[in-house]
């Protein structure tokens, strides 16, 4: 085995113990921005009825949810089967029958090529290593449908080589910084793990971007939506 999928099988397995922890206090866990996120995303991806979905990292179904309630045909996809289960316990209580949900690491997902409308994620992929979200960029431009579109909202940023990355890694500093002892532990946990690209790996909208670009997609937007996050948009040409 190559050493690049071995890292990637240990990526994969650190992310199923750590979603599949969550699944009972994911929806009080996550950031306080979170929902206004998923409201910034839900409205750029613009979903009209009938289209065909894949949520990334779909989690409980903050964002397969919504979509699904305006007519979306969505296949959540999540590496734990407890949050899976969850999404589609909630997709039964809510009446909707046009949610899926699958158990699958997004780094190994296969669709058909040309049979999506819409690829959607929220605060998943900064997760992933580097080189497999370039591979998941690549293969999303193929799933897609001419004109259907991919619409990323997640933390973003890079190595403070921009006055933006400083700014947002000074505030997050500080924030935890003022909670304290309890504060002080997180700030020097997430040093290591910024440091040494564990668990947590974001990239700069300017790299998501390129990746976009690389893939052969257009019509790229990206802006910021708060804090950290940021949401990037693009298309498959016609």
Do not use: C
Request: aromatic share 4%; hydrophobic share 45%.
């Amino acid at each position: 085995m190559r050493l690049a999928d071995l890292a990637t099988r240990r990526a994969v397995q650190r992310q199923r113990r750590v979603w599949s922890d969550r699944v009972a206090s994911w929806n009080t866990h996550g950031s306080v921005n979170l929902a206004g996120v998923t409201a910034a995303l839900v409205a750029v991806a613009d979903v009209q009825p009938g289209d065909v979905v894949v949520d990334l990292g779909a989690g409980n179904g903050q964002v397969t949810i919504p979509l699904a309630m305006r007519g979306a045909h969505v296949l959540g996809i999540d590496v734990s089967q407890g949050m899976a289960d969850t999404l589609k316990a909630e997709a039964v209580r809510r009446g909707l029958d046009t949610v899926e949900a699958m158990t699958v690491p997004i780094e190994e997902l296969d669709l058909p090529a040309g049979s999506i409308d819409l690829v959607v994620s929220s605060y998943a992929l900064h997760h992933l290593r580097d080189p497999d979200k370039a591979k998941l960029v690549q293969a999303a431009a193929g799933w897609l449908k001419p004109g259907g579109r991919i619409v990323i909202a997640d933390m973003m940023f890079g190595r403070g080589g921009t006055q933006r990355d400083r700014e947002i890694i000074k505030s997050k500093l500080l924030t935890l910084a003022r909670k304290g002892p309890g504060g002080w532990w997180r700030i020097a946990k997430n040093v290591v793990r910024y440091l040494a690209r564990v668990q947590e790996r974001p990239i700069s909208m300017e790299a998501w971007t390129e990746l976009m670009r690389a893939a052969g997609l257009t019509a790229i937007t990206a802006s910021t939506v708060v804090a950290e996050a940021g949401l990037v948009s693009a298309q498959r040409p016609q």
